[in-house]
């Protein structure tokens, strides 16, 4: 039986997992799902744990965790996703979606290979995030230590370029906090189950990936 590698990925916002996720799903040749795109293949399949889930997001909700777990179940029976493999990127989010995934996968003979989590320190995150501008209208990224030519106006479009309200020190500090609390739990389940790797995610895109890379690879020939 030769079946596609199953993967998920945790790792703080600005700790470059977004990136990462693409290039595992692109090495090892299996579907990359954000919890997103899942949510929108759903209701685009017009499934109604899709349509219920478009209707939290629209409303700047979060998606409560019975609801998620449906579409993820729903979206990855549908695309054979257990057989093909995955790499799993913003979720699970909670415990409680972790053991029911898990749960999930068991009943299908599938078991996760491996959970990976990306470590990035705290304050590099922050200054990732607190220090970046955007640009109001075209959405081109900025950094204070690569600003635009002319302060304040976008290279791109000259449009205004600002920092968003939600990327404040205070505003990150809290979505890390929050995500810590929430995160815990998971990594020491996963770490219990002897699923977990910890991968350093500091340096050059290439060198996180071949990390990564190898964990996984040192994972599956074991
Ligand atoms: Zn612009």
Do not use: W
Request: charged share 25%; proline share 4%; with cysteine.
């Amino acid at each position: 039986m030769t079946s596609g590698v199953r993967l998920i990925l945790l790792g703080k916002q600005g700790s470059g997992k977004g990136t990462q996720a693409v290039r595992l799903a692109d090495h090892y040749g299996i579907a990359h799902l954000s919890t997103g795109d899942l949510f929108r293949a759903a209701a685009r399949a017009g499934t109604p744990s899709g349509l219920e889930a478009i209707e939290y997001m629209d409303r700047g909700e979060l998606v409560p965790d019975d609801i998620v777990l449906k579409v993820v179940r729903e979206q990855m029976r549908r695309g054979g996703l257990m057989d093909d493999g995955f790499v799993l990127d913003g979720f699970p989010r909670t415990l409680a979606q972790a053991e029911a995934l898990e749960a999930e996968l068991a009943a299908a003979d599938r078991p996760l290979d491996v959970a990976i989590d990306l470590e990035v320190p705290t304050e590099i995150v922050l200054d990732r995030i607190a220090g970046r501008r955007v640009c109001e209208d075209c959405g081109t990224t900025y950094h204070l230590t690569m600003p635009p030519k002319v302060a304040g106006v976008c290279d791109v479009c000259g449009g205004t370029v600002s920092q968003r309200d939600d990327d404040t020190e205070a505003s990150v500090m809290r979505r890390l906090e929050l995500y810590h609390t929430a995160t815990m739990p998971i990594l020491d389940f996963y770490r219990g189950l002897g699923r977990l790797v910890e991968i350093d995610g500091m340096g050059s895109g290439d060198e996180v990936f071949d990390r990564v890379r190898t964990a996984v690879d040192g994972r599956l020939g074991g």
